[in-house]
């Protein structure tokens, strides 16, 4: 068929491509190289976090050019754009993990405004940091066009002394300093080992997380999200990624006839068994709010209860996921999974098949011990359990992966911190005590603003060898790295007037991740008098994006999203 017979009568790219008083239009087309053919073809965005920021986003220019060729070689013309990142590693421990949190949102905008403004008909996506995956798959369920997620892959382990290491080892090697158990010498030496090749923190950390959440879900090719970001079998599953698209078009299959409530939970599921960060328990909801559906931290914690932990994975266990890769990659994790009835196997997925179908050959791999078998897990609930009580009534969330059952309750005196420098400094200087929970408050969405995670702090502990000696509870986030007793996503947050910003030092609070439950030792009368003394609490966003965000952002509990998302929608992008 000839290009200018291609039938774009339901293609948003007929709005730039076709008809007389578009000339205009594809004149800059012409201007940019297209011929006749590449103009009247499907036009395919090509999204990718690519910069210089870290490892994480270093491949994935290399990666896009690989998905580029794909959508050429089954008759699309790719048009590629990059968005930002914000890496958390290295926004870690200062003002900049502000921008973290913020950076998902405007990954997911400013992908819906390219392909808007550009009228394209479909979207491969590139990401490979915590936030820039459910950025890039929270704007493919808001436009909703056809698309696929892509992995850039996570990061080889280092090799420090004959010991493998990632950069968790690093940030707890920064309370081992603190304490003597470490020189400057060797700590010198670590870092310059510790992250040996482009890719993603390589453990089961918010990255991994999410990698996994995008082949659970269905958004991402079977295997793609495991090969780590050096393997050159990436760069078949990105042409692949891009061939595939194509058909998806010709199908008219979108990605809200496969995020539906069942591949949520299908996500959270694997999220669970893989011993995931906490942090898929406010990305989930996110994206379900896309799709207009109620999926809420509270559905999470649900499906993280009744599904078993059965991935060995760091930080909770031994392996990273170069490891799991190796040893039959994701699927094999589903495949038991859904064996045993833990997942919903009638999920369309990307591949245009189901969840089943897709593992219907997946042969289980005796020879390994990454991942067991479904019936006989690590432990029989997930690796990361949600809690409520007087001092979480919108909820909270802890991580429990590779945590003792004796250890999964705490009850100690508070000790209160108005930011997370001030605990950071207490731990420093050591002037906290064994049994107390300390409390970081005013870093939620809305008070910090941006809710950040708190790595810097808990590594910092548990290097002093007091991860299991402390609690720690914040309205902001923990990292995926994070272990120990950390609560984080506590909600109401202090800066609205929840009770996390009416504690004061010394009040007994009890963390119980076997009964779900986190609580402080005071009357309602008690709460209710000091929260009728309670005022609110400034912070120095007054100007620029961090201000925007703080008037826009929701509670942790639905996501903390910023805008009324796919239930309130009269018209999808796809539709136009």
């Known amino acids: 068929m000839d290009a200018r017979q291609t039938d774009k009568s339901k293609l948003p790219s007929r709005h730039v491509t076709e008809g007389p008083e578009r000339a205009p239009h594809r004149s800059y087309l012409y201007a940019m190289g297209l011929t006749t053919e590449q103009i009247h073809q499907p036009l395919v965005g090509v999204a990718s976090c690519w910069n210089e920021a870290a490892p994480c986003n270093i491949s994935l220019m290399r990666q896009a050019q690989a998905v580029k060729k794909g959508v050429a070689a089954a008759k699309g013309t790719p048009r590629e754009f990059c968005t930002i ?34 009228s394209y008909d479909a979207l491969v996506g590139l990401a490979g940091c915590d936030k820039s995956l459910p950025g890039m798959m929270m704007a493919m369920v808001r436009l909703n066009v056809p698309s696929i997620f892509i992995y850039g892959g996570s990061i080889l382990p280092g090799s420090f002394r004959g010991r493998p290491v990632t950069v968790q080892d690093l940030f ?51 295997y793609s999200a495991g090969a780590p970001a050096p393997y050159e079998i990436r760069d078949q599953f990105c042409a692949a990624a891009g061939e595939k698209v194509m058909e998806l078009i010709a199908k008219n299959i979108r990605p809200r006839d496969i995020v539906t409530r069942k591949s949520l939970e299908n996500a959270a599921a694997t999220v669970a068994a893989s011993g995931g960060s906490t942090n898929a328990a406010l990305h989930l909801p996110a994206i379900a709010h896309e799709c207009g559906i109620e999926f809420t931290l509270f559905d999470v914690a649900e499906i993280f209860k009744r599904t078993p932990y059965i991935a ?6 031994r392996y990273v996921a170069k490891d799991m890769f190796e040893v039959g990659g994701i699927p094999l994790l589903m495949k038991t999974l859904l064996d045993h009835g833990y997942l919903h196997g009638d999920c369309l997925t990307v591949t245009g098949r189901t969840i089943a179908e897709n593992l219907a050959k997946v042969a289980w791999n005796p020879d390994q011990d990454v991942v067991r078998p479904a019936d006989q897990p690590i432990t029989v609930t997930g690796g990361v359990v949600g809690l409520k009580g007087n001092l979480a009534p919108e909820g909270a969330i802890v991580k429990v992966a590779g945590m003792p059952a004796e250890k999964q309750v705490f009850t100690g005196p508070a000790r209160v911190f108005d930011g997370e420098e001030a605990c950071f400094e207490a731990v420093q200087n050591r002037t906290y005590k064994p049994g107390e929970v300390l409390v970081i408050r005013y870093e939620g969405p809305k008070g910090g603003p941006g809710m950040r995670e708190m790595l810097s702090t808990t590594a910092a502990l548990y290097g002093q060898g007091m991860g299991d000696k402390v609690a720690l509870i914040t309205d902001g986030r923990f990292s995926g790295a994070t272990r120990g007793f950390c609560v984080g ?41 000091r929260r009728s003394e309670w005022t609110p609490r400034g912070n120095t966003a007054t100007s620029g994006y961090l201000w925007k965000y703080a008037q826009t952002v929701g509670p942790a509990v639905n996501g903390a999203v910023t805008h009324p998302g796919g239930a309130r929608e009269t018209q999808s992008y796809a539709d136009i």
Do not use: W, Y
């Open 85 to 118: 990142t914000v890496t958390d590693g290295i926004a870690m421990g200062h003002g900049g993990m502000r921008a973290s949190l913020p950076s998902r949102e405007v990954i997911a905008d400013s992908v819906e405004l390219t392909i808007r403004g550009h």
């Open 172 to 222: 707890e090697a920064v309370g081992k300093v603190a304490v003597g158990d470490m020189s400057l010498d060797d700590l010198d030496e670590l870092e310059r080992v510790a992250c040996p090749s482009a890719g993603a923190c390589g453990a089961q950390f918010t990255a991994n997380t999410m990698a996994t959440v995008s082949e659970a879900i269905g958004l991402a090719l079977p």
């Open 312 to 317: 060995d994975l760091k930080p909770g266990g």
């Open 489 to 529: 996503h506590v909600g109401p947050e202090a800066a609205i007037g929840g009770p996390i910003g009416l504690l004061r030092d010394g009040d007994i609070i009890t963390l119980d991740a076997i009964q779900g439950t986190l609580d402080v030792a005071l009357s309602d009368e008690e709460l209710a008098q």
